[in-house]
């Protein structure tokens, strides 16, 4: 149980950082109450049943995650610290996934099988709503998921993917590479678009 509540600490914790910027405890009670964090407790709960082996308690605190938070979240998924939805509307994400710590997941995100392949996400990620990552794709550390994509294949860590079907558009490190913008003497920018 002891777990099951720092897990919880942390996923709030996460959720304050990404919604207000920051967690001292008047963000946190605030967070609470914020949508998708009853379900990301419940799924907590629904965790630590299966993990006790109490069955009965899994299936109930399962169908309490989709009364209070509108999604389903398969009852083997398991998520590492920080799991966040930030809001929980129409999320679906299948029992056999397996993610990281620090999953931000936005409402009407898919995270399914296809023939009986599912992902594998790592950890700091940030999924966009609407999205779809589908099979046995990979999700490497660092990566973004924009709005509405569709991820059929593997994302490297880093990237941040858009499209149907999702195709990268920038990795974290080609940003980092590129010159800083300088403005000339005469007051233009020297950099190159």
Excluded at 35 to 40: E, F, I, R, V
Excluded at 77 to 106: K, Q, T, W, Y
Excluded at 110 to 137: E, H, M, W
Excluded at 163 to 190: L, M, W
Aim: glycine share 12%; with cysteine.
């Amino acid at each position: 149980m002891l777990r099951t509540l720092r897990l919880i600490a942390a996923d709030v914790r996460q959720k304050a950082t990404w919604c207000y910027g920051s967690d001292p405890l008047p963000t946190i009670l605030k967070t609470l109450a914020t949508d998708g964090t009853a379900a990301m407790v419940l799924y907590r709960f629904t965790q630590a049943a299966r993990a006790h082996r109490m069955p009965v308690l899994e299936m109930v605190l399962n169908k309490a995650t989709n009364l209070a938070g509108g999604c389903v979240i398969g009852r083997g998924a398991d998520f590492g610290p920080g799991f966040v939805l930030i809001h929980s509307n129409g999320v679906v994400i299948n029992g056999n996934v397996r993610g990281g710590s620090n999953v931000l997941i936005e409402h009407q995100v898919t995270i399914g099988a296809d023939r009986r392949q599912t992902p594998v996400l790592g950890s700091d990620l940030f999924i966009g709503a609407g999205a779809k990552i589908v099979g046995g794709v990979t999700v490497g550390d660092g990566a973004r998921i924009g709005a509405n994509a569709v991820v059929v294949h593997d994302v490297a860590p880093n990237t941040t993917v858009v499209g149907i079907p999702a195709k990268p558009v920038q990795r974290r490190e080609d940003r980092a590479a590129q010159p800083a913008a300088r403005p000339a003497a005469d007051g233009t920018n020297t950099s190159q678009s």
